[in-house]
């Protein structure tokens, strides 16, 4: 436990992605390692940012299979509890355009039944950035203690949320009602697009970016896909753009993004506090990197981020990186 690691907290989720015909009566299930906060602690470690992993990780057969995979990309796992309950599948369509929608088997699974006592101070450790999103961060009866140990961890550590909207999986309004209290605890939110429209629908922005600042959080990033990601710091905003990829699917780009934003700002000694040393160019400089994994990660298939080495061959084949 070092604060010069980064800790990331949720869950990890069995993607199963389908093929075959249902109208033929059978389809065939290829299961893929998963779940935003797994995949994003994967692509930091495998770009070289000492990573732990704080996570309920179930004894059966996928439990098993998360685990290989996050020891295998060098993550710390000395956090994690193992955890009686099942795992948490997600069941995955893909659209022509690579972006996957996910029908959730999810009740009673390991990932949300956190307690007090395996979220202590002494478990998460002395980071200096906790990281954490997506489902765990709204699904009770864990929530409730992950809100508590960003409470606790923003005293002297860097505190970075990735929203990762479910709609149709948690009620929107949970959304809406806690992003403010989350900027509170929160230095950095990054977000997608599609997340921004479904918590503010038809508000601006800029407008939106604004209110989580003055509620707290210091750095915002929204992700738009092909058009790149806009960085807005305390209000003063750049644009970055996307490299061109061809895409294999969307899946884990946003995980990986994230990844690529903090490991960025970890190589510059940046996290560890409020980001006071942080200004918009740098903050740029970080995104843009961050696109450049996140364009990696949609080269392939599946939630398979970049190691450090495949940026710095230049990338795979079929994308341009700047």
């Given at each position: 436990?070092s604060r ?5 907290l949720?869950?990890c989720?069995?993607d ?6 249902a109208?033929?009566?059978e389809l065939t299930?290829r299961v893929?390692p998963?779940?935003?906060p797994?995949?994003t ?5 495998r ?5 732990r992993f704080l996570?309920?990780?179930?004894r059966?057969?996928?439990?098993a ?11 710390d796992l000395t ?19 690579g972006r ?7 009740e009673?699974?390991?990932d ?13 450790g002395?980071?200096?950035c ?9 699904h ?10 960003l409470?606790?961890?923003a005293?002297h550590a860097?505190v ?5 909207v479910?709609?149709?999986f948690?009620?929107l309004?949970?959304?809406?009602e806690?992003m403010l209290m989350?900027c509170?605890l929160?230095d ?6 599609d ?9 601006p922005?800029?407008r939106?970016?604004d209110?989580w600042h003055a509620?707290g959080?210091r ?7 092909p058009e790149g990601a806009?960085?807005?710091l305390d209000?003063e ?5 996307a ?7 969307t ?9 690529g934003l ?6 510059g000694?940046l ?5 006071d ?14 696109a ?7 080269s392939?298939?599946g ?7 495949d ?5 795979s084949?079929?994308?341009r990186l700047?």
């Amino acid at each position: 436990m070092s604060r010069s690691q980064v800790a990331v907290l949720g869950e990890c989720v069995a993607d199963a992605f389908a093929t075959g015909k249902a109208s033929q009566g059978e389809l065939t299930l290829r299961v893929l390692p998963g779940g935003s906060p797994a995949n994003t602690a994967v692509a930091l470690s495998r770009l070289g940012t000492p990573t732990r992993f704080l996570g309920r990780l179930s004894r059966d057969t996928f439990g098993a299979l998360f685990r290989s995979h996050l020891e295998a990309s060098g993550v710390d796992l000395t956090g994690c509890v193992s955890a009686a309950e099942p795992s948490t599948l997600a069941v995955a369509t893909l659209d022509e355009s690579g972006r996957a929608d996910y029908a959730f088997y999810a009740e009673g699974s390991a990932d949300w039944q956190w307690s007090a006592q395996e979220l202590s101070a002494e478990q998460i450790g002395d980071v200096a950035c906790l990281h954490t999103g997506s489902i765990a961060l709204v699904h009770a009866p864990g929530a409730e203690r992950i809100e508590e140990s960003l409470a606790r961890v923003a005293a002297h550590a860097t505190v970075s949320i990735d929203p990762n909207v479910r709609a149709g999986f948690v009620d929107l309004a949970v959304y809406r009602e806690r992003m403010l209290m989350w900027c509170a605890l929160t230095d950095i939110v990054k977000l997608s697009d599609d997340d921004m429209e479904t918590i503010h629908p038809g508000e601006p922005v800029e407008r939106v970016c604004d209110a989580w600042h003055a509620a707290g959080a210091r750095l915002i990033v929204v992700t738009r896909g092909p058009e790149g990601a806009l960085v807005s710091l305390d209000g003063e905003r750049a644009t970055v753009p996307a490299p061109v990829v061809k895409v294999v699917d969307t899946v884990g780009a946003g995980d990986s993004f994230t990844a690529g934003l903090l490991h960025h700002l970890h190589a510059g000694d940046l996290l560890g506090g409020r980001l006071d040393a942080l200004d918009l160019d740098r903050a740029a400089k970080a995104a843009a990197f961050a696109a450049r994994v996140a364009a990696l990660t949609c080269s392939v298939p599946g939630a398979d981020p970049p190691w450090a080495r495949d940026l710095a061959d230049g990338g795979s084949p079929g994308v341009r990186l700047p």
